[in-house]
């Protein structure tokens, strides 16, 4: 049966410059940001909305000497995995990409993909996945950042997220993979921004639903007390805590009170964590919990162990581990994460762990930390990954190296290193931390081969 495809306006950065004639094509795989591949006269050809064995009609968007790309015009042969998205938006919105993918096939089109990086840059054919860390299909995204835009043109304001490949925002009505406690965010604030003196001011919604549901308004110049009153009444109706930030970058929380500060639990290790809004805390809280309990399971830390871990964070990992450990040091760029690391410690009452301000990409053989001994290395880099650490520290001090993955290619890349350091890979799996989206997020063990 053959199906017509709404082409997504402008999905690529990459504008078409000559008109060209559309291609049937038969598409072999996804790859690793979720785009269909196949073959063409010995140039790759890279597909978007096109999904694994289907047949297509497609559109050249970029020709270079071994590579094209292309986007989907028609569906000649439908995949038996395909279906209909679940958001109307799918098609501008910048959110998700794989909404039009069974959520079981996208974990194992995720998983062939890794596979196939680290054919190609470890060397390693046959890896020992393990079970994936699932998520919830929907409602499963406790953080995000809404956009706002006074058009004043048109004397209306526009509240939603980026398009797909470019900078215009797209108005969204609802969306399905926040929290449910945000339900109603697009439609009050649809309502209430046109009503303020000031509402031209306010450029983000920052949503942070931990152990309240937060709604940080950022705004660009000073709000009248009339328009905080509508702002604070509308978040009361819906049971949000208000909280503003002023041009400066300065928060102020509405009610004034301490228990309204924010933090998160890891009830399994029965943890909590405050932070900041700056700070940066995992999206998803149900695959946290689970990442963070699996990590334990792999480590099997004993009380004789010393571990270090890097780009900590606020304490993330290194307060679990501290639970099982000697003793935890933990190394972060950001020193108000460390800050923040060093009072979650104290809180928890946890003496075995410290933390020390280090930018991890300069040289850090002088550091006191680095001269200590470990048995265990934690990794949780960016997506940069972690090269420039990896190619510094002596990895044949340690017994296991964990490392925890937001960019499959990065981390096929620094296994090469691991390896070569005299490592073997253990066990690897996904964590699905953003069901429909071309994200893959992995934890790797790595153990000293004797």
């Given at each position: 049966m053959?199906?017509?495809?709404k ?12 008109a ?76 998700c990409?794989?909404?039009h993918?069974?959520l ?27 079970n ?43 969306c ?40 940080i ?21 819906n ?7 002023a ?36 999206v ?11 990590a ?104 296991r ?31 699905n ?18």
């Open positions: 053959v199906k017509l495809f082409v997504p306006k402008n999905t690529s950065k990459n504008k078409v410059t000559h060209k004639a559309a291609k049937q094509l038969i598409i072999s795989s996804l790859n690793h940001e979720g785009v269909g591949v196949t073959r063409e006269h010995n140039k790759v050809a890279f597909v978007e909305g096109a999904l694994p064995n289907e047949t297509v009609i497609a559109n050249v968007l970029q020709t270079k000497a071994k590579y094209e790309r292309l986007i989907t015009t028609k569906i000649l042969t439908e995949s038996p995995y395909r279906l209909t998205p679940f958001c109307p938006h799918f098609s501008l919105c910048g959110g990409q794989l909404q993918l069974q079981g096939q996208q974990l194992i089109e995720k998983q062939t993909a890794v596979s196939q990086l680290f054919k190609k840059f470890a060397k390693i054919v046959d890896l020992n996945w393990q994936p860390i699932e998520s919830p299909a929907l409602n499963y995204r406790r953080s995000a950042r809404i956009a706002v835009f006074y058009q004043q043109q048109q004397n209306k304001f526009q509240l939603g997220f980026r398009q797909q490949g470019a900078k215009k925002i797209i108005d969204i009505e609802h399905l993979v926040l929290e449910k406690c945000y339900e109603a965010i697009f439609s009050v604030f649809r309502q209430l921004l046109p009503s303020l003196k000031n509402g031209k001011a306010i450029t983000h919604l920052q949503l942070c639903s931990v152990n309240h549901a937060f709604v308004v950022r705004h660009i110049k000073p709000l009248p007390t009339v328009d905080i009153e509508k702002l604070t009444l509308a978040c009361q109706q049971n949000w805590k208000l909280v503003l930030e041009e400066t970058g300065e928060f102020s929380f509405i009610d004034k009170k301490k228990k309204s500060l924010p933090s998160y639990q890891l009830t399994q290790q029965q943890l909590t964590f405050s932070f900041t809004f700056t700070n940066f805390i995992q998803n809280d149900n695959v946290n919990q689970q990442m963070i309990t699996q334990l399971e792999w480590l099997a830390l004993s009380n004789q162990e010393k571990v270090l871990d890097l780009f900590c964070g606020i304490g993330n990992f290194s307060l679990a581990m501290a639970q099982q450990a000697e003793k935890v040091v933990g190394i972060e760029g950001v020193a108000a994460s460390v800050e923040g690391a060093s009072l979650n410690a104290k809180s928890n009452q946890i003496e075995n762990a410290e933390f020390y301000c280090q930018d991890l990409t300069q040289e850090m053989k002088k550091s006191p930390w680095y001269r200590q001994n470990y048995d265990v290395l934690v990794l949780d880099p960016s997506r940069m990954g972690a090269l420039a650490i990896l190619q510094q520290l002596s990895l044949k001090r340690f017994k190296i964990l490392y925890v993955s937001c960019d499959p290619v990065t981390l096929a890349r620094d296994t090469q290193v691991i390896i070569e350091s005299g490592f073997m890979l253990d066990k690897i799996s996904l964590m931390m953003f069901p429909h989206t071309k994200h893959i997020e992995t934890m790797a063990l790595f153990i000293k081969e004797r």
